[in-house]
Every structure is written in C-alpha cells, then in structure tokens.
C-alpha cells in the first residue's frame, strides 16, 4: 500500500531564512504533486513534477523530485509572511490513474 | 470566470438523514472525485469519475454515493450510514493528460447537529 509522509509535520520559521519540506513516498510513481492549503480554505496546485530530476520554482518556492529515492523536497528561500499555509505533496496510487495518496501536510507559520 | 462551484458552504446534518453536497464545474474537464479532510490531516479520496455515467470508490466510499449524469456535475450524498461525516468535504476536476493538476473547489464543511 502506498505511503506518502511529509516532514516536519509543523515548521514556525522566521521571515528571511530557508527551509526544506520533504516528501517520502512507498512505491515507485512517475509523478508528484505539490498544493498549497490556506486555513480553512480550498487547496492550490503548486507544482507538477514529471520527471527524475525535474525542478521547478516559482517566487520563493522551489520543488524537486528524485524518483530513485522516491523523494521530492520543496525549498522555501528567504521566507516572508505570505507563505504561511499548510503545503501537501501527493502522488498517485500507481501508473496510468489519476487516484491521488496525499500526505498529511505541514503547516508553514513564518513570524516577522 | 471557469471554475469550480462547492455549495453549500456549511452544512448541518441530523442523525438519521441524508445530505447531499453540490460540486458544479464549467472547466470542462473529463474527471471529477470527491474528497474527506478532517482536522489536521491529509485528503482521503471518496469517489471519482471520470466520465459521464461512471464512477468508482475511493479510499473511503462507506455511507457515501455519488452520481455523475453531466460532464459539469457530481454530487456527494451523505448517507444515514456514514456515522461520522463531520469533516471537510472538498471536490476537485482534472483535464485529461498526465501531469495535468486536480483543480479544487471552494470545500463544504459539514457538521452533525
């Protein structure tokens, strides 16, 4: 069965300093997803990795994905208050679906 | 605006009844699934469609049913049998193509009264 853990579980980090939010997951996937969760509020889609070796950034955020070590990290470079939410990568259950095993987030708080 | 449309926001349930959530989209978009958060964790997936007529359980499916008649619909019902609905309940659609995100909609908080 496939397991997706992300840790920290919890991050409070000060404006201006970098972090690293890593994704685990259990069986080979060919794919990952990153979403961004305000409190209460609907997820976002982040990033779409599909490939070993893929990186993408956008704004401060940078995600990558190593599927040899069925790994993918999200790097946050000199946080600012704005990025506070709950962040989730996801992957799909296994080859050709679409079925989603989401992790069980970490909650960002970034203080000035 | 495309997008996804979740009502109502909150939802009050009493023990016995059944309650169905609204999930509209006019993104048209192929699939279409069905979400459970509950505080502090992570999304469980209930069902999925991903064409008109047909749908197939998720992780979760026990005291839910779904229908799926139109492309821009999916409703949620949340059966009497379910015995614990009080959670987050959050839908989402996809284009087809791999890769492609799951887009979600605003989310239905429901509650046992």
């Known amino acids: 069965e496939l397991k997706v853990e992300q840790n920290p579980l919890f991050l409070s980090m000060q404006e201006g300093k970098n972090y690293t939010i890593y994704c685990n997951y259990s069986t080979t996937s060919d794919r990952l997803y990153w979403y961004r969760q305000d409190p209460g509020k609907s997820l976002e889609s982040l990033f779409v990795?599909?490939?070993?070796?893929a990186v993408k950034q956008e704004g401060r955020l940078m995600a990558s994905l190593d599927t040899k070590a069925r790994l993918s990290t999200l790097h946050i470079t000199a946080a600012v208050h704005d990025l506070s939410a709950t962040y989730f990568c996801a992957v799909p259950k296994s080859y050709n679906t679409d079925k989603l095993i989401f992790g069980t987030g970490t909650r960002l708080q970034v203080f000035p | 605006d495309g997008g996804i449309t979740q009502s109502p926001k909150y939802l009050f349930r009493k023990e016995g009844q059944n309650v169905t959530l609204s999930c509209e989209q006019n993104?048209?978009?192929?699939?279409m699934y069905w979400y459970r958060q509950d505080p502090g964790q992570g999304l469980r997936l209930i069902y999925y469609?991903?064409?008109?007529?047909?749908?197939q359980k998720g992780d979760i499916a026990e005291g839910y049913s779904v229908s799926r008649e139109k492309k821009e619909s999916f409703p949620l019902t949340v059966t009497s049998a379910q015995k614990n609905p009080t959670a987050f309940y959050l839908c989402a659609s996809r284009r087809q193509g791999k890769g492609q995100p799951q887009h979600f909609g605003d989310g239905t908080r429901l509650s046992i009264l």
């Open positions: 990795l599909l490939s070993n070796g």
């Open positions: 993104l048209n978009h192929d699939a």
């Open positions: 469609s991903q064409i008109v007529n047909d749908f």
